[in-house]
């Protein structure tokens, strides 16, 4: 789900996925980080009506998602790099 900056209230357990342009945090439950912690996560906007997360506007926006699974080279870099921040870490 979108919501602007500063509201959405971090949980303890949420892990952080990463920023997009730079700034802007992306935020996954720990169940759910379980399920894709080895894959890479492409989460794009594109024109078109939206069928289900929070980007239905009246700009005709929509998220796709795209995963595939890391390759054992980049699960061991995962690894080497320890775990992600958590929300408790916040």
Same mark, same amino acid.
């Given at each position: =789900?979108? !919501? $602007?900056? *500063?509201? !959405? /209230?971090? *949980?303890?357990?949420?892990?952080?996925?990463?920023? %997009? &342009? *730079?700034?802007?945090?992306?935020? %996954? *439950? +720990?169940?759910? !980080? @379980?399920?894709?912690?080895? #894959?890479?996560?492409?989460?794009?906007?594109?024109?078109? /009506? @939206?069928?289900? =997360?929070?980007? +239905?506007?009246?700009?005709? =926006?929509? !998220? %796709? &998602?795209? &995963? /595939? $699974?890391?390759?054992?080279?980049?699960?061991? $870099?995962?690894? #080497?790099?320890?775990?992600?921040? /958590?929300?408790?870490?916040?």
């Amino acid at each position: =789900m979108c !919501f $602007l900056r *500063g509201e !959405f /209230r971090v *949980g303890a357990g949420d892990v952080l996925l990463g920023c %997009i &342009a *730079g700034d802007t945090p992306v935020w %996954i *439950g +720990e169940a759910q !980080f @379980a399920c894709w912690r080895y #894959s890479q996560l492409v989460l794009d906007a594109a024109p078109g /009506r @939206a069928a289900g =997360m929070s980007l +239905e506007t009246s700009e005709d =926006m929509r !998220f %796709i &998602a795209r &995963a /595939r $699974l890391f390759d054992d080279a980049e699960v061991d $870099l995962l690894v #080497s790099a320890g775990e992600p921040p /958590r929300g408790s870490d916040a």
